[in-house]
């Protein structure tokens, strides 16, 4: 038995959700490029989760549960007064959040299929909420409710500022969540499949799923990227910044990804919102800054941006605190996770792999006192 080192090649499990091949990404066979152009968020949950498009009127139904669904308990959001907001990181706050949740939803020990839809709703529609709640609250601020009539991505920012967005922030918003909604076996949804084959419920699954996201490596560096951008400031200290962290074999957040080779699609499009909303927003050198880098690290390194590198310079250009960048990743990714737990429970088995030993060999026992 050798091991794969972070299990690189292994096929894992079989999907009907999303897939990557040749760098061409696609959920239930639309291309991503096609989604990112037209489709709601909402009509990409009900692609996700029922693997087709909905019709107008079980879309309209859908809005309608997320709409119904996003109040959350009393309880969840008295718990951010337990302890010291400010000290606490929102991926920290959100994994307890979500943990939470479970125990206020009557459904949530039960398995059957209705109940796991009924599930997914309310933490699909609840993880807006929570993460809105917890940004406001830490700043003294009371939580706004949301507001039935607008759409997922509108309802977001509205909750987060309290004032309705401008159409092209919500714009951006959305496409931004249809981008990031689902990404065949990354590590929070392998997390997620892991979790729920053994039958566990699907808050653990998704509670699991945040604690894998959190990480740098993965959903974390979109706020990475931010630091990055915030300690160069300026242009002209691109290349010396650079130039130094790749002297040092440091890694450049948002570089790089396990599958991509030539580049992830999802990046031109996050690109082109960048440029857009910082030049509105009158801070155009978070764009510059990102495409100097861009062209340094591609051109040195043959590595390509991820969904992560010009996400944070959208986030930030629409006014969102950095150290929420990845809970927005969750709120968008909560969508994929449900969909591949729903998979894994119609095709269940328990996911055990095995480990190569390389301890020392057969060892006698010795008292404590003959040690
Ligand atoms: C939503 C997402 O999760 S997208 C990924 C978000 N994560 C990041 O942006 C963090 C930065 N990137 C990385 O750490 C990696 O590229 C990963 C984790 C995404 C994928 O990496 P892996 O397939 O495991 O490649 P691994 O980390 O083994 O790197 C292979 C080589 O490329 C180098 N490399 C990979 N990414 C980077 C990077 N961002 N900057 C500089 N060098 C890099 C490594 O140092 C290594 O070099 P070596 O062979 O000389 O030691
Ligand atoms: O697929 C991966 O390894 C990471 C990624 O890009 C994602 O989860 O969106």
Redesign the pocket.
Known sequence: MTATR?L?GVVAAETKISSIIDDTLTYVGYDIDDLADNASFEEVVYLLWHTRLPKADELAELKQQLADNMEVPQAVLDHFKTYDIKSVHPMAALRTAVSLLALYDEDAEDMSDEANYRKAIKLQARISTVVTAFARVRAGLEPVAPKKELSYAANFLYMLSGKEPEPIAIEAFNKALVLHAD?EL??STFTARVCVATLSDVYSGVTAAIGALKG????G?NE?VMKMLSEIGSVDNVEAYINEK?AN??????????VYRKG?PRAPHLKVMSEKLTKLTGQPEYYDMSVKIHEM?TGQ?N?PP????YSASVYHSLGIEHDLFTPI?AVSRVSGWVAHIFEQYANNRLIRPRAEYVGPGMQKYVPVNER
């Open positions: 972070g690189e990404h990354n590590a740098p490596l993965h959903g560096a990475q790749l074999k440091v890694k450049i957040m948002g570089f790089g990804h396990r992830d690290v390194k590595l991820n969904v992560d590198f990743f």
